[in-house]
């Protein structure tokens, strides 16, 4: 904790002493730093969970910290952030959450995933749309006016349609695309890494989790792993958001507003819930968008997948939250 306080008390009395110079180059010297304390903890990580933002990574978080917190014999209040459970228990593993914004821009390699290459990386995706959706709620009542400056999201108050974020160049579906075909690009270069989807995280949450627990070197049974998904469905999260209970892991899970439900980090969890938003013709210009441009590899097409929505009678195992 000490530390992290400390590097950010660092970064900001830097660029207070960059002030006086033009955005631009401070805008490049906040990335510059941050992806410099990224390629730290990349190199000190025993696994990496790598994914774009809204795709389903807080859930995954939770399910881990509880998994973590049984196996390791952890408060349940703790949410894993790199090395704060190995720390408390140095069985438990350090591992670095990243959407990899920054990390180039400290190493240069923007053309390939090498600094990725030795590590062992678990990737998460999302269809891209749903992934859209969710950024522009991200960023119209939770993302700070700061963060959406350094990243490249619309100006903060922009008065943009969702049609046109959904489309935006930087942050919209087709940045989204651009960055999972990266991915795939180079993955034969990368070789320890597994793949695994938000959708299907929803259809079987406890196939994914033993998936990734095996994966990353801390097999559990098959009663801690359930429990660990029992934990994180998604009424339990909303209650652990509106509880404040990861209060001590920052605002990644607290509401921006608590009286607006879009504000919240746990907001609907909805795979192809995209279409709720849009008209006919703009759906159809959407899904052509993504047919034409997205890599087959990670087997997401024009159609949704199909999965129970939240509270379906028919799966038991529906209730599943996405952050």
Known sequence: MFQTVWKKL???????????LPYEKRRKIERWMRGRVEARKMADADWVLVSWGKSGRTWLRVMLSRFYQIKFGLPEGMLVGFDNMHRANPQAPKV??????YLKDYT????????????????????????????FFQWKYRMRTRK???????????DISMFDFMMHPHQGMPRIIEYFNGWNADVDNIGDILIIRYED????????LKQVVDFTGTPGTDEQVAEAVEYARYENMKKLEEKSVFRLAGGRMQPGDKNNPDSFKVRRAKVGGYRDYYTDEEVGQIDAYM????????????EPLVVPELGSDSDPDANQATA
């Open 10 to 20: 660092s970064r900001h009395a830097v660029l207070s002493a960059v002030f006086f």
């Open 96 to 101: 670095f959450f990243t959407h990899g914004n």
């Open 108 to 135: 240069g390699h923007e053309d390939d995933k090498r600094d990725f290459y030795n590590k062992k990386i678990v990737l998460l995706v999302r269809d891209p749309r749903d992934v859209a959706v969710s950024q």
């Open 148 to 158: 959406k400056a350094l990243n490249d999201y619309p100006e903060h108050g922009s």
């Open 201 to 208: 995280m929803r259809a079987n949450p406890e196939a994914v």
């Open 291 to 302: 047919a034409e441009h997205l890599s087959p590899h990670f087997n997401y097409t024009s």
